[in-house]
């Protein structure tokens, strides 16, 4: 069974760093792009972050674009997001994701980790 299990949430001040991690099993890893979502109560579901299989390219939301940075670590089977200069409309919980078709839609969801950024 494919899992994605989110760790590394907490409380962070304003301007203050934080770095999550998604572990994943049940798939081949490398051959699969990682996304990073996150989502408040009452707003919708903003894609943060995505990067490629092999690690070579990545994607930012605007919103976080030179203060988050995607990474993997292939052998270990784990995605990471660095999160830098945290803002309060930083928190949320975030989620990982991997998706593909092999005759059907495949998606796959953490059950998120939370990420309140407050003084």
């Known amino acids: 069974q494919v899992q994605l299990v989110e760790s590394g949430g907490g409380l962070v001040q304003p301007g203050g760093s934080l770095r999550l991690s998604c572990a994943a099993s049940?798939?081949?890893?490398?051959?699969?792009?990682m996304t990073w979502y996150r989502q408040t109560p009452g707003k919708e579901r903003e894609l943060v972050a995505r990067i490629t299989g092999s690690g070579a390219n990545t994607n930012y939301a605007d919103s976080v674009k030179d203060r988050f940075i995607i990474s993997r670590d292939n052998a270990k089977n784990t995605t990471y997001l660095q999160m830098n200069s945290l803002k309060a409309e930083g928190t949320a919980v975030y989620y990982c994701?991997?998706?593909?078709?092999?005759?059907?839609?495949?998606?796959?969801w953490g059950k998120g980790t939370v990420v309140t950024v407050s003084s």
């Open positions: 994701n991997v998706r593909w078709f092999d005759g059907a839609l495949r998606d796959y």
């Open positions: 049940g798939f081949t890893f490398s051959r699969y792009g």
